[in-house]
């Protein structure tokens, strides 16, 4: 592999033929059959051969003589997989499928944008260890992308090789028409839109599957008056722990007939807009099920069955659209008596996002119970700022290691939006790119940092300095800083969506905030730390001098740069935040004052420069929300200082 240019997701096996010849950007096009001929039609090879020769592809010094493209239809290879030969000024390509042959094209044109026109023969042979590799992105927590976002994101995800896109919604992501009166703030997709979307991932062979919640995770919805009743716990629920609040309803009450009706209601006029044969139910996390509203029937039937009963009408509801039902595992895993009862059309989303906890165990039980399943690792951006990039690596790592054991017929990385939805793109792109390898060839890819690290700069970022990947991976570091136990996020994040208190009751809500992770699966590790700010402080000096350095192209480079920028301000606001409410190195009420107003001024810039780089890829929708945590920690900076 080390002689193996500069490709990535590598491929199965690689031989070099030795020697090296120049592309021509003159084709000569063969098909061997007549198969072959429609696959080259379909794929577009002579178009896309020449967009990559002329589209920014260097052709200094290229052949003046035609390249011979020679194409075979190969039905015995697997349906992913490609044969691609490169020697003697003779392409060789062989597929059995269109995707087939559009992954070889993939790999030629990557090839030829990082390595030029003069290319060392070699021939690959290659397919992937995954059949369903792909991306959810959380749309349903504030930010909902514009669509020259989202087109961007679709062809990052070709050119890994993905073939699978969800967009996750639990709010009024989509514009349903019924109930688009109870939602005025919203600025959701329209139908028009997800199926300009689902014609444009098509056509880069990637199933954009329809997700929409429909039993946990409802809150926006039960938010509003007329859905009020139709909540677990219309009033909130009590913790089966002392805690100084209620939980918010977030789950829907299965026992009445209207919350499936609600839920039916939203598949009817999402789901025609979708070419995918599945759809993401999801139904996780469904807290507080059988403990309101629902009691008496669950006290009768059983949690278990409560549940089973209600997900058996929304795999009818699928089905009603000819469509294959695809659901969250969580539930199952507290309840395995219901695995063996789950139809064959229904495939289970095993996820869990934190590195420590194995993959192995549940996916040994969903093979043993002939469950068809995918892997579900996640980016680890979301309550982070950054990233938690040593989280990230292991979580995916084991998650395709696991699954591949164990049968997993794919693997989605999920980049959820908790906490404000704060992680700008490029936070995901290490994340995206890494999933992308282990899922195409798993032993190939997982140990390859460098040549992850090497992709993202010069594909992802387009880093004409070839440092960006690595600079996002320490970026996703700074929680090494804080020495904190905190789960399923970092320690500064959480400060700065708390805000400004003193010391001791700070500390009293991140033991109560380990205590409410514990109910949903959290470890129960009391929470520690051991921030210095001075070590943090010359972190933050090293990652902006590194940022001064990248040499970013591409129509965003400029966002992507001072999103950046942005993203090491709030990393460092949040630092300074610690320092003032442990009064760290600050003697005297002039050293606060000062280092107050310098918070204050420093979030002045965040807050703003948060708002205009939001709009610049996004909905307005979401924004005011994602932003209140910034603007209350303002006002309390103003309030302290008056004081």
């Not at 290229?62 to 015995?76: G, K, Q, R, Y």
């Not at 996002?353 to 399943?373: I, K, Q, S, T, W």
Request: aromatic share 10%; net charge negative.
């Amino acid at each position: 592999m080390t002689e193996f240019m500069n490709l990535y997701p590598k491929p199965r096996s690689f031989k070099s033929l030795g020697g090296s010849s120049v592309l021509s950007p003159h084709l000569k096009l063969r098909a061997i059959g007549d198969e072959a001929q429609r696959l080259i039609a379909n794929v577009q090879v002579e178009r896309r051969y020449h967009r990559a020769m002329k589209g920014g592809f260097s052709v200094k010094g290229a052949s003046s003589a035609e390249t011979a493209f020679e194409m075979e239809f190969l039905p015995d290879l697997q349906p992913q997989g490609y044969v691609l030969e490169w020697s003697n000024d003779r392409l060789k390509v062989g597929a059995g499928t269109e995707i087939g042959l559009h992954y070889a094209m993939v790999t030629l044109e990557q090839l030829v944008s990082r390595e030029g026109t003069t290319l060392g023969h070699f021939r690959i042979e290659d397919e992937p260890s995954f059949p369903v590799r792909g991306v959810m992105l959380d749309i349903g927590r504030n930010k909902i992308p514009k669509m020259d976002t989202l087109y961007a994101l679709i062809d990052k995800l070709s050119e890994l090789k993905f073939n699978h896109l969800q967009l996750y919604m639990e709010g009024f992501c989509f514009d349903y028409a019924k109930y688009r009166s109870s939602f005025p703030e919203a600025t959701p997709l329209s139908a028009a839109e997800f199926r300009e979307l689902d014609a444009y991932a098509r056509s880069r062979y990637i199933d954009l599957v329809p997700n929409q919640n429909c039993l946990g995770h409802m809150g926006p919805w039960l938010a509003k008056p007329e859905f009020r009743e139709l909540a677990e716990h219309p009033d909130g629920m009590e913790p089966p722990i002392p805690l100084p609040f209620k939980l918010p309803p977030t789950t829907m009450n299965p026992a009445n007939e209207r919350s499936a009706a609600l839920a039916k209601d939203l598949f009817d006029e999402l789901l025609p807009n979708f070419s995918s044969e599945y759809v993401n139910l999801n139904m996780d996390e469904p807290f507080g099920l059988g403990s309101g509203k629902s009691k008496e029937r669950a006290d009768e039937i059983g949690v278990g069955e409560l549940y089973f009963n209600y997900a058996e009408k929304m795999f009818e509801a699928a089905r009603s659209h000819s469509k294959k039902a695809m659901m969250w595992g969580d539930v199952l895993a507290h309840h395995p008596e219901l695995i063996r009862r789950l139809p064959s059309d229904v495939t289970v989303l095993h996820w869990n996002y934190d590195a420590p906890v194995p993959f192995e165990p549940h996916c040994r039980r969903l093979r043993e119970n002939g469950v068809r399943y995918y892997v579900c690792p996640g980016t680890s951006g979301w309550s982070s700022i950054a990233g938690r990039t040593d989280n990230m690596l292991g979580n995916i790592a084991d998650a395709a290691r696991s699954g591949l054991a164990h049968g997993a017929e794919g693997l989605i990385v999920a980049d959820w939006g908790d906490g404000g939805h704060w992680q700008v793109p490029a936070v995901g792109y290490p994340a995206i790119a890494y999933a992308a390898g282990a899922s195409w060839q798993t032993e190939a890819n997982v140990d390859e940092l460098e040549a992850l690290e090497e992709y993202v700069s010069a594909r992802m970022l387009r880093d004409r300095s070839g440092t960006g990947g690595r600079f996002l991976l320490e970026l996703g570091r700074y929680g090494r800083l804080e020495r904190s136990t905190m789960e399923n996020g970092t320690y500064t994040a959480y400060l700065l969506g708390r805000g400004l208190s003193d010391r001791e009751t700070l500390e009293r809500d991140t033991a109560i905030r380990t205590e409410v992770l514990k109910l949903i699966g959290g470890s129960g590790t009391p929470f520690t730390q051991d921030y210095r700010f001075d070590e943090t402080e010359s972190w933050l000096k090293e990652r902006q001098e590194e940022l001064n350095r990248l040499e970013l192209e591409g129509p965003d480079a400029a966002i992507v740069r001072d999103e950046l920028a942005n993203t090491l301000r709030l990393i460092e606001q949040g630092a300074g935040l610690h320092r003032y409410i442990y009064r760290q190195g600050l003697e005297g009420a002039a050293a606060e004052r000062e280092w107050l107003e310098r918070l204050r001024e420093q979030l002045e810039t965040a807050l703003s420069e948060f708002k205009r780089l939001w709009l610049a890829r996004n909905r307005e929708g979401g924004l005011s929300s994602s932003a209140a945590a910034f603007s209350k920690l303002l006002a309390q900076y103003e309030e302290a200082l008056q004081e």
